[in-house]
């Protein structure tokens, strides 16, 4: 079983209950939310959804991967998975494959295990190996506080890692939200 439109609807709705401003910016999910669309397959197109994990460590600095494909410095984070039952779980996953930090030392701040600290709604390019047309990813992104862990990379999908200042991360709305916890 995989994550379910009922989960991703629930999800999103805890998120806007929560930052009833940040509506306009997931409109394109929103209305993607049709009965009978898988969005949790990554091959649904023109969007489908992915998880992230803004790992914190104890001084307040957030974890970045250098992604090979895209060759941007984001989160730790990709597709959903068969296996994975609610984004928050493919979140810590996907924390663990590409980053080896175990699920176990990673704990989520208050509130932010039901309730991601940013949805991001961006745009793909096409990607002709594989073959995908451009497309959009809703990226759910969920907070962890994390336990000072050896980082072991997934060579396959990451470069490079780094610790970093929330003021570096890709987006204002995410630096602001990730600084405030």
């Not at 494959?97 to 991601?116: K, L, R, Y």
């Amino acid at each position: 079983m995989t994550v379910s439109l009922a989960e991703i609807r629930g999800v999103l709705a805890r998120y806007l209950d929560a930052h009833p401003d940040r509506a306009p910016g997931v409109a394109r999910l929103t209305h993607a939310l049709v009965p009978g669309r898988d969005l949790a397959s990554r091959s649904t197109f023109p969007l489908h959804v992915t998880a992230s994990a803004a790992a914190i460590d104890g001084t307040g600095r957030v974890l970045m991967i250098h992604h090979r494909a895209l060759n941007r410095w984001l989160l730790p984070g990709g597709h959903v998975e068969p296996g994975d039952h609610s984004l928050y779980g493919a979140a810590l996953r996907e924390l663990e494959e590409e980053t080896g930090i175990p699920w176990q030392h990673a704990v989520s701040p208050p509130a932010h295990d039901v309730i991601p600290v940013d949805v991001d709604v961006h745009e793909i390019p096409a990607n002709p190996a594989k073959p995908e047309p451009a497309h959009w990813h809703a990226d759910f992104r969920f907070a962890f506080w994390v336990k000072d862990t050896p980082i072991t990379l997934q060579t396959e999908e990451v470069t490079a890692f780094g610790w970093r200042s929330p003021a570096d991360l890709p987006t204002v709305r995410l630096a602001d939200s990730v600084g405030a916890i």
